[in-house]
């Protein structure tokens, strides 16, 4: 049974590196007891429409990410938070903690310091350095398969890795077109072909899972900067970020090839020329992966949902 959408839920808006988040801070759906990846799946069954009501054209767009804070299931966290898209739900989502922390503190729930929030893939640590600068604990980072050849229709054979950052990741070996925005149709078209033939040749992740974020890369423009990526999402929008994931991917698949040590910094651009600093530590054997941005508030608004509305509950054209 589908529950009605309240009339108002308050949001607050803001970028982290040019990619938004949506963060619901009033009138989210009571998903009941449990951990957070059990309320994820109370979210998913029961409360879908709300997703795409908040995320979705009329009021948001396909590039938007929600974020549904909550009470945190795991002690000592100062909130939970679920992440979805337009099309579903993350387990973790980088560049939107960066974006949660920055809200929490313009709201006055946090200040400058350490501060644990509880997601569905696990509890991340944030470090709030000041009004917008934030450090994310990822959750451990690793390469589960390195080399793999993908036949790739219309385009011919494609060699990438897979890893985990907090999603699934086929990160690319192979040349992509220069990572601009100009070139952003042509990365989309060639990351989404990658990701239909992963699908089609049963190349997944963990224990089956649907590897659903591709990144391409190329050279960096940034100052500084060590490489540049594209990250293409589960609904076809790709990051205006550098991704949090996709550099916790980035960052354990170096981990493993030698070629980046424990505490050495990782300058990762996204196609708009922002950057995230990354680290890693080694903990128990476990890459964990740390990453820093900055993420600036942009509104606050109440999203009105009219029963008459015929496009209450969202739509993708």
Not at 30 to 41: I, S, Y
Not at 84 to 97: A, D, E, I, K, R
Not at 143 to 150: D, L, S
Not at 269 to 275: D, H, P, Q, V, Y
Request: aromatic share 6%.
């Amino acid at each position: 049974m589908m529950h009605p959408l309240p009339p108002r839920v308050s949001v607050i808006d803001s970028h982290t590196g040019g990619e938004p988040t949506r963060v619901v801070v009033v009138g989210g759906p009571d998903l009941g007891p449990g951990d957070l990846a059990a309320r994820l799946r109370a979210f998913r069954e029961k409360h879908d429409h709300f997703r795409s009501a908040v995320v979705n054209e009329p009021r948001g767009s396909d590039v938007l990410v929600g974020a549904l804070l909550c009470e945190p299931g795991a002690p000592d966290c100062v909130a939970g938070a679920i992440f979805f898209n337009n099309v579903g739900y993350l387990g973790m989502c980088g560049h939107g903690t960066i974006g949660v922390v920055v809200t929490l503190a313009h709201l006055g729930l946090v200040g400058p310091g350490t501060h644990r929030l509880d997601t569905p893939v696990g509890v991340v640590e944030a470090t709030l350095e000041g009004q917008n600068l934030v450090t994310v604990r990822n959750v451990p980072s690793y390469r589960t398969r390195a080399g793999v050849r993908v036949e790739v229709e219309g385009i011919g054979p494609i060699t990438g890795d897979v890893a985990w950052g907090g999603n699934w990741f086929f990160l690319v070996h192979d040349p992509a077109p220069e990572i601009a925005p100009a070139n952003a149709e042509r990365l989309t078209d060639l990351a989404w072909r990658i990701r239909q033939a992963l699908a089609a040749q049963g190349i997944t992740g963990d224990d089956g899972h649907e590897i659903d974020h591709v990144e391409l890369f190329g050279p960096p423009t940034a100052p500084g900067a060590h490489g540049k990526n594209f990250v293409l999402c589960p609904g076809k929008a790709y990051d205006r970020s550098p991704c949090g994931t996709g550099t916790s991917a980035k960052v354990a698949c170096l981990m493993a090839d030698g070629k980046l040590r424990e505490g050495q910094r990782w300058r990762q651009e996204g196609i708009l020329g922002s950057t995230f600093d990354a680290f890693a530590t080694l903990e128990g054997g476990k890459i964990v992966p740390l990453i820093q941005g900055s993420a600036f508030v942009t509104s606050e608004a109440t999203l009105i949902f009219d029963e008459d509305d015929p496009l209450r509950l969202g739509a993708r054209p």
